[in-house]
Nanobody
Framework: QVQLVESGGGLVQPGGSLRLSCAAS????????WVWYRQTPGKERELAAS???????NYADSVKGRFVIFRDNAKNTVYLHMNGLKPEDTAVYYC??????????????WGQGTQVTVSS
């Protein structure tokens, strides 16, 4: 089992920055891919950024050039640096981890979500 704990959300003015963190704990062999999703009321959850075990990254067009995802494998943690924040970035942000267990099975786990509000 893997537990994910997110932190770093909050209220920020347009143009500001925030850093989200998502730390994994529990019993597992390794974390493969990490993904940050975001969701606003009435809309489907959308992928914001992802990073593979090899470090390859992918970003939604709406956040390219402003958000940076990176991982610290030693700490089993993923981060999302968000710069140049806009009101339309306001959402609940969720992290997801694809983890390989000691039984070699791969499962996905979700964080509890953290609110990011961009407003003046």
């Amino acid at each position: 089992q893997v537990q994910l704990v997110e932190s770093g959300g909050g209220l920020v003015q347009p143009g500001g920055s925030l850093r989200l963190s998502c730390a994994a704990s529990g019993s597992f062999f390794k974390i493969n891919a990490w993904v940050w999703y975001r969701q606003t009321p009435g809309k489907e959850r959308e992928l914001a950024a992802s990073i593979t075990s090899g470090g390859s990254t992918n970003y939604a067009d709406s956040v390219k050039g402003r958000f940076v995802i990176f991982r610290d494998n030693a700490k089993n943690t993923v981060y999302l640096h968000m710069n140049g924040l806009k009101p339309e970035d306001t959402a609940v942000y969720y992290c997801k981890a694809d983890a390989t267990g000691w039984d070699t099975l791969v499962s996905e786990y979700w964080g509890q979500g953290t609110q990011v509000t961009v407003s003046s």
